[in-house]
């Protein structure tokens, strides 16, 4: 999702601002990409390889910039396929920062997580120097780990073979094209419930607390990062003012469509019944304001980005 609005963005500043951005896409399934994007062939200026980034990629083309954000990043996978969520976290870093180390890149941007942070405690803030507990025989911690290897390893490359390394460690982040018929995260699943004209029902207390991006923010923050970022230095992509409770995002939503007589519910989860939410849950904002130094700053709150998330799905009649 994160990754082809990048794409959809530079395909923008080529068809309507006419720039001259070659576009290089690694990705495993061609079929897949084209229907998020079109056909390929329409774009004379984007080149597709297949790879799962489980061997080496070899490109016969000049790279300026990489950006990597291959990742099974949904919680549903975690206990299932464990294996296939932390490979590209790890060896497909490393087959990345060797081609960006062959290639001599200006930049490389590694979209890492919010999750590297574990459990932190005692903060009025989460900020990119702190780090609490986790558990690495946590199954569910396949993510969350493998992404901490990958920015040590961003860092290593940087250090030791100069490659140009940014991190950006992006938290809750929602848009148009999510998969809200298989994305179990609060956001997609509520968002499921307003389209389709249900309560939302909270199988929790409900009191955890996420920050929630809107896509369009996102991107932005990531070009920011990419091309105004430290090298080796991580930022929070993160929107801090719009930090809510389970809760609070429920009660958001249902009260953008009075109309439509919507409620909360709260019911006891089944024991039986897997959790696939992310395992780790801090109860204070991350800090955002390292990337605003760099000149970002979100546009969207939260009534207005997933008001035009629900829109879309109105319209594309999901």
Same mark, same amino acid.
């Given at each position: 999702?994160? $990754?082809?609005? =990048?794409?959809?963005?530079?395909? %923008?500043?080529?068809?309507?601002?006419?720039?001259?951005?070659?576009?290089?896409?690694? +990705?495993?399934?061609?079929?897949?990409?084209?229907?998020?994007?079109?056909?390929?062939?329409? &774009?004379?200026?984007?080149?597709?390889?297949?790879?799962?980034?489980?061997?080496?990629?070899?490109?016969?083309?000049?790279?300026? %910039?990489?950006?990597?954000?291959?990742?099974? $990043?949904?919680?549903?996978? *975690?206990?299932?396929?464990?294996?296939?969520?932390?490979?590209?976290?790890?060896?497909?870093?490393?087959?990345?920062?060797?081609? @960006?180390?062959?290639?001599?890149?200006?930049?490389?941007?590694?979209?890492?997580?919010?999750?590297? !942070?574990?459990?932190?405690?005692?903060?009025?803030?989460?900020?990119?120097?702190?780090?609490?507990?986790?558990?690495?025989?946590?199954?569910?911690?396949? &993510?969350?780990?493998?992404?901490?290897?990958?920015?040590? =390893?961003?860092? +290593?490359?940087? !250090?030791?073979?100069?490659?140009?390394?940014?991190? +950006?460690?992006?938290?809750?982040?929602?848009?148009?094209? =999510?998969?809200?018929?298989?994305?179990?995260?609060? /956001?997609?699943? /509520?968002?499921?419930?307003? #389209?389709?004209?249900?309560?939302?029902?909270?199988?929790?207390?409900?009191?955890?607390?996420?920050?929630?991006? &809107?896509? $369009?923010?996102?991107?932005? @923050?990531?070009?920011?990062?990419?091309?105004?970022?430290?090298?080796?230095?991580?930022?929070?992509?993160?929107?801090?003012?719009?930090? *809510?409770?389970?809760?609070?995002?429920?009660?958001?939503? #249902?009260?953008?469509?009075?109309?439509?007589?919507?409620?909360?519910?709260?019911?006891?989860?089944?024991?039986?019944?897997? %959790?696939?939410?992310?395992?780790?849950?801090?109860?204070?904002?991350?800090?955002?304001?390292?990337?605003?130094?760099?000149?970002?700053?979100?546009?969207?709150?939260?009534?207005?980005?997933?008001?035009?998330?629900?829109?879309?799905? =109105?319209?594309?009649?999901?």
């Amino acid at each position: 999702m994160l $990754a082809s609005y =990048m794409l959809f963005m530079l395909v %923008y500043l080529n068809e309507l601002k006419g720039m001259d951005i070659k576009i290089i896409v690694l +990705a495993k399934s061609k079929e897949k990409l084209e229907k998020r994007v079109g056909k390929l062939e329409k &774009y004379k200026y984007i080149s597709f390889y297949a790879s799962s980034l489980e061997s080496e990629v070899c490109i016969n083309e000049d790279v300026d %910039y990489i950006i990597h954000a291959a990742s099974l $990043a949904s919680p549903d996978y *975690y206990g299932i396929c464990p294996v296939q969520v932390l490979l590209p976290n790890t060896i497909g870093t490393y087959l990345m920062l060797q081609l @960006a180390a062959d290639k001599h890149v200006e930049g490389f941007l590694f979209f890492s997580t919010g999750d590297i !942070y574990g459990v932190v405690n005692g903060k009025e803030r989460i900020m990119e120097e702190d780090y609490g507990y986790l558990d690495p025989l946590d199954i569910h911690n396949c &993510y969350s780990e493998s992404k901490r290897m990958a920015e040590t =390893m961003c860092k +290593a490359w940087n !250090y030791q073979y100069n490659v140009q390394t940014k991190i +950006a460690r992006i938290w809750h982040t929602y848009s148009p094209t =999510m998969n809200i018929n298989k994305d179990p995260r609060v /956001f997609s699943s /509520f968002v499921n419930n307003i #389209v389709h004209k249900n309560d939302i029902t909270i199988h929790s207390n409900g009191k955890a607390k996420r920050s929630f991006c &809107y896509i $369009a923010d996102a991107v932005a @923050a990531f070009f920011t990062v990419l091309f105004k970022g430290e090298n080796a230095e991580p930022y929070n992509v993160c929107n801090s003012k719009e930090f *809510y409770s389970i809760s609070e995002l429920a009660l958001h939503l #249902v009260n953008l469509y009075p109309e439509w007589g919507l409620n909360v519910k709260y019911i006891k989860r089944n024991q039986d019944e897997p %959790y696939v939410e992310n395992s780790v849950a801090n109860s204070v904002p991350p800090d955002n304001r390292k990337l605003i130094k760099l000149g970002w700053n979100p546009q969207y709150d939260i009534d207005t980005g997933f008001k035009r998330v629900v829109k879309h799905f =109105m319209e594309v009649k999901v």
